[in-house]
């Protein structure tokens, strides 16, 4: 069986992207990387992100989930399957008056701002690409931007998140017993988290550490995007650069004895 027949009965055929045309179109996001993905697949709810990770894991072909794709460090592309989330997960309620929102992975940070200036309220993170990047993206790589600092980042303003883990559990950090049912779902890795924190804790230089790094703006898209851009520079012919200097040296002379 094909990945676009094994795929196609996961989902229904139209959120199953093979067409060269398709696979071209996500094979970039905003970084300078390019990797063609297999298939590209459009769910529309967990139970199919819950079947997306059973067929990968029978089939040992990776998923890689997207919203907006304006990733500046390659994360939103793959040569496995890519997850496009910017389609079907567009929830957007404005709760508490404005003090709160319940917003989807696929809905653009931009539009949220707009929903809530009605109650003279906005996001905290405020990420250059505000008007085109998605929410799953700012929570996932921890937005901030320029105004926000440290202090009103993705992961300081998330109240709860609803999530979906490669095994197929899924759990809503909103719920009273959400602790227990994870420690009961996942049981190895609840375990691994908490003996991880507890040697984090004993040791009290790690901690301030960990606690410094966190202090710090995170710049790691615009650190790369500009290292990129330093490499290809460095990569031009440097013979072919100073050729072209020499070159030019005797046109000078020549200006200048005229």
Known sequence: MSITESL??????????????DLAAYASDASFYTLTPAAVVRPIDTAEIKALCAWSRKQRVPLTFRAAGTSLSGQAITNGVLVDLSRHWRT?????????????PGVVGGLVNARLAAYSAKLGPDPASIGACMIGGIVANNSSGMCCGIEHNAYRTLLSLRFVLPSGTEIDTAAADAEEAFAAK???????LMELRSRVRGDPRLVERIRAKYRMKNTMGYASAYQA????????????????RRDSEPDRKRQRCR
């Open 8 to 21: 196609g009965a996961l989902l229904s055929p139209g959120r199953v992207l093979t067409r060269p045309l």
């Open 92 to 104: 957007l309620e404005i709760q508490n008056g404005g003090a709160r929102v319940r917003v989807g």
């Open 186 to 192: 996942e049981p190895a890795i609840a375990r691994g």
């Open 229 to 244: 851009s330093q490499a290809r520079l460095r990569a031009r012919s440097p013979a072919r650069l100073r050729d072209r």
